[in-house]
């Protein structure tokens, strides 16, 4: 991505503020304007002075103060003018055109599919949102509040200079056309030392993020040493890259900033030497004085602008290859949205994990495997532990597409039907269960449009269990659970989890592990009321505990990603030895 390129998608991505942008430019053009008349009367009142009149002769006197009072006038309209571009900044930019950003980005990052979250880490990606749009933000202040300014004193400047003096306007404007080649080249050599430097920056980010979201596990294990350790390699790394980058780069800043002090004290030697030779007038004098030091201040404005640049030009990057990122898992523009809940078909699938592909590894997770799920069934996964049961129910969902075969539901290919119509009638319990810090209220209501009222949180909370520990919740169903839950305890944390699966009244039931956290007692009553809740559903129950599979209608033995035999519990536990052993190591602890 050139710099061109950055630039048309900043000005697309920026669309609903161009008036907003135009309007401050112009103000902040205006303002430039202003400076520069004022300046323009300034020095008729130093030709005033030189001519010698001003005490003698009262007529020239006048114009004298008329200048003087234009120039003051001038002053105060710019106070004016900046008022309006402070207010319209606070108004319009700062905050609106953040919380745009984070809309567009977060409306973004929701599309990606389930495997593409998994497969890159949540800190690093939250890194290059954050960075990105403040990268962005910066450029566009960047741009209208330095870079316009800039254009206008430098256009002005060299006009001024022109007119003073052609051949010194020349002189400007060829060192001009130089400095920028200095900055064209200073930025080309500094582009892939600030690539490395992002880097590092990413691999901190990352760490930074585990400490502060996995704190008191480090602390259980007494990892703080090694992990803050880790934590300051990388940092040191950053540190050094960083230090003999920017040593260079600001050698080579100063060799630029030099360069235009040279233009400016040669050219204010020359124009001393020419007004001693009568070329020109003291008003003159103060104008190229004055509109050096502007064209100086314009350089180390680009100067420092190239600093800002090279920095933010890296973040906007990897941002917009974020926001160019597609899904990898396609929609179709007019998909089945009816009857797309009945039997759930696998037809010789064969999957593995993508990121695996990448490193080389070629056996296939789930081979060819096909089965069908009569709707209201209720069916069990067993297995050992990485057989692929819990990529079965992620593939039911659709947060991978096999790359062969085919899984549908009531006839329709997951490829063709509305996803999100087929996620709202699932309802899930996973091994981990995700939970906000909001109310146990807004946690069970999360798949739903609307809070659920007490009743029926109290309806579901006989269901699931949650009843059970309802008396301990300090506010009732009003009461925050802290982050990830962490206020309430595994089994209760799994009690919610179920209870938000019930709310949705889904036509599916996907249990993964969801009483594993369980004691035995309170299995039990769970199970009961995943066995109540299961009624008339298509169900599938993930457990390694086969008491919690024992009565479905089917059990599935997975076995290094193939189905190895699948029936009801009485006739595998006869006829599969695989099962039979699983049963007999659970015994007499659990069955
Ligand atoms: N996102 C992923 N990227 C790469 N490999 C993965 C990913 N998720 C799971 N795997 C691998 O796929 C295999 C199957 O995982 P899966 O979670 O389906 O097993 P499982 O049968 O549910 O195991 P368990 O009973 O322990 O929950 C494992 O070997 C695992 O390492
Ligand atoms: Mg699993």
């Known amino acids: 991505m050139n710099n061109e390129d950055i630039f048309s998608r900043i000005f697309k991505l920026t669309k609903p503020f161009h008036k907003t942008i135009l309007k401050t430019i112009a103000i902040v053009g205006a303002i430039a304007a202003i400076e520069a008349t004022n300046s323009f009367f300034l020095s008729q009142v130093f030709n005033l002075i030189s001519e010698g009149n001003l005490i003698s002769e009262g007529f020239n006197l006048d114009i004298a103060l008329i200048w003087c009072s234009l120039s003051m006038i001038g002053v105060i309209t710019r106070i004016f003018f900046v008022s309006y571009r402070d207010k319209l900044q606070t108004k319009e930019f700062e905050t609106k055109i953040e919380n745009y950003l984070d809309q567009i980005s977060i409306n973004k990052f929701l599309t990606f599919s389930n495997g593409?979250?998994?497969?890159?880490h949540s800190g690093v990606k939250q890194n290059i949102v954050t960075m990105g749009t403040a990268s962005i933000r910066g450029?566009?202040?960047?741009?209208?509040?330095?870079?316009?300014?800039?254009?206008?004193?430098f256009t002005v400047s060299m006009i001024m200079l022109l007119i003073v003096n052609i051949w010194l306007g020349i002189y400007y404007i060829a060192g001009a056309i130089f400095l920028a080649h200095l900055l064209k080249r200073f930025h080309a050599n500094l582009e892939p030392n600030i690539k490395t430097i992002r880097e590092f920056r990413d691999k901190t980010s990352k760490i930074k993020s585990e400490i502060y979201r996995y704190a008191p596990f480090i602390k259980n294990e007494v990892a703080e040493t090694k992990t803050v350790n880790e934590l300051s390699d990388i940092q040191n790394n950053l540190f050094k890259k960083d230090t003999t980058t920017w040593n260079d780069a600001i050698n080579e800043l100063s060799a630029i900033r030099l360069f235009g002090q040279f233009l400016k004290w040669s050219s204010i030697f020359t124009s001393i030497y020419i007004l001693h030779r009568g070329y020109i007038n003291p008003g003159d004098i103060f104008l190229i004085f004055l509109w050096s030091d502007k064209f100086i201040e314009a350089v180390w404005v680009m100067t420092d602008a190239q600093k800002q640049f090279i920095n933010d030009k890296i973040n906007i990057q990897k941002y917009f290859e974020l926001l160019n990122t597609e899904t990898d898992i396609k929609y179709l523009d007019n998909p089945v949205k009816d009857s797309i809940i009945g039997d759930i078909e696998f037809k010789d699938v064969c999957f593995h994990y993508p990121n695996r592909e990448k490193e080389g590894e070629t056996k296939t997770l789930l081979n060819n495997l096909s089965f069908t799920i009569k709707s209201g069934e209720k069916i069990g996964f067993v297995g050992e532990s990485g057989s692929g049961k819990s990529t079965i129910a992620n593939l039911i969902r659709r947060a991978f597409d096999p790359q062969n075969g085919s899984i549908s539901t009531n006839g329709h290919n997951l490829k063709e039907i509305d996803i999100k119509a087929f996620l709202r009638q699932i309802g899930s319990v996973?091994?981990?269960?995700?939970?906000?810090?909001?109310?146990?209220?807004?946690n069970i209501s999360f798949g739903l449009d609307s809070l659920l009222t007490d009743e029926e949180l109290n309806a579901i909370a006989k269901l699931s269990g949650v009843h059970k520990f309802y008396s301990k919740l300090e506010k009732g169903w009003d009461t925050t659970i802290g982050e990830g839950g962490c206020k309430l305890s595994g089994g209760e944390k799994q009690r919610v989890g179920i209870a938000r699966a019930l709310a949705k009244k889904p036509q599916i039931l996907i249990f993964d592990e969801a009483t594993s956290a369980l004691d035995m007692i309170s299995e039990r009553e769970v199970q009961e009321a995943i066995?109540?809740?299961?009624?008339?559903?298509?169900?599938?129950?993930?457990?390694?505990?086969l008491s919690t599979v024992k009565d479905c209608d089917r059990i599935f033995v997975m076995k290094d990603g193939k189905l190895l035999a699948s029936d009801n519990h009485d006739n595998l536990f006869k006829t599969c030895e695989y099962y039979n052993t699983l049963v007999k190591n659970q015994m007499p602890k659990t069955i």
């Open 116 to 120: 593409q979250h998994i497969n890159q």
């Open 139 to 153: 450029q566009l202040g960047m741009f209208i509040y330095w870079l316009t300014p800039f254009v206008a004193n």
């Open 430 to 442: 996973e091994q981990e269960v995700i939970l906000f810090d909001k109310t146990v209220r807004e």
């Open 531 to 545: 066995d109540q809740s299961c009624h008339g559903k298509t169900a599938i129950v993930i457990a390694h505990r």
